[in-house]
């Protein structure tokens, strides 16, 4: 008896090929649409851009802000910061120059490294040396190195500055630059000069005020010791009377009000100076003026 087999007959099904199943499947998936189509389309968001973390946010915002500021202070360094060896030239440059300044029979007594800003270049030194001799005080320095440009080549340019002991001027030990630099002021009646000295040079910066001070009192007393010997006396007079100073009142005033000149009223009350004081009393000529009650007699 023969078994029939379904699947050699002629009425079995032959089995569905697999390929034209994954093609309908693929025809029936949906497209892909464009991005910027997503909205239109009704399709689901994209996936949102995921955000830095805070602290990653200050740490790259703190790095730009440290680059600029690193840069600027990279400019300011090379504006204000000497070039390498330009103290050591311009100091060597100014004791040459100092020796060659020197007169006869001068001699330097004491001497400083010191350094000036001007203000036309606040932010650049100018090295020199400052020296006190028998006869005056010698500043020599180099002017600040050129920002922009390097310098010429040949002899360098130098900045010479004389005060004779004659002359009115003080030197005295000041802290400058708002308290943070230590230097020697010079006073003026027209003008007022700083010396910027670094502490490896202080105590001979001391020792070039000191004799600055000592050479301009030996000066001051020889010039008055020769006026009196030069100086005509007082004229006679009949009579000298005693004057109390008032306010506002001046040597000069008082020699002219009493006919008489400020040489004869400091020799006739030992004054070095024109300066009186308010109630001063002062010996005057006796002359037919109105005094008022201030003015008596001896």
């Known amino acids: 008896m023969a078994i029939h087999d379904p699947s050699t007959g002629p009425s079995a099904i032959p089995p569905a090929p ?39 946010r200050l740490l790259v915002a703190l790095t730009s802000s440290t ?7 990279l400019v300011a360094a090379a504006a204000i910061v000497p070039p390498i060896g330009a103290r050591r030239t311009a100091r060597e440059a100014a004791q040459q120059e ?3 300044q020197l007169g006869t029979d001068e001699r330097v007594v004491a001497r400083t490294f010191a350094s000036q800003r001007r203000w036309t270049n606040m932010w650049r030194e100018s090295f020199g040396v400052l020296v006190a001799t028998n006869r005056r005080l010698l500043y020599v320095g180099a002017p600040p190195t050129p920002l922009l440009r390097p310098r010429e080549d040949g002899p360098t340019e130098l900045l010479v500055e004389s005060y004779p002991y004659d002359a009115a001027f003080t030197l005295e030990p000041r802290i400058l630059v708002r308290g943070y630099v230590r230097g020697l002021v010079l006073r003026t009646p027209a003008a007022q000069v700083d010396f910027l000295v670094d502490d490896g040079s202080w105590t001979s910066a001391m020792r070039v005020s000191q004799a600055s001070a000592a050479a301009r009192k030996t000066v001051t007393r020889n010039e008055e010791e020769l006026s009196a010997t030069t100086r005509a006396p007082a004229p006679p007079a009949a009579l000298y009377v ?13 020699a002219r009000r009493f006919r008489s000149s400020p040489d004869v009223l400091r020799q006739l009350n030992q004054l070095s100076t024109d300066e009186i004081k308010v109630g001063q009393r002062l010996r005057v000529p006796k002359v037919d003026v109105d005094t008022g009650p201030q003015l008596r007699r001896n």
């Open 18 to 56: 697999s390929t034209p199943v994954a093609s309908a499947e693929s025809a029936m998936a949906p497209r892909s649409l464009p991005r910027s189509s997503w909205l239109r389309a009704g399709a689901a968001a994209p996936p949102a851009r995921r955000q830095r973390r805070p602290w990653v």
């Open 67 to 73: 680059a600029l500021l690193g840069t600027a202070a």
């Open 98 to 100: 100092v020796a060659s």
């Open 242 to 254: 005693s004057y109390i100073v008032q306010r506002g009142e001046t040597l000069t005033g008082l």
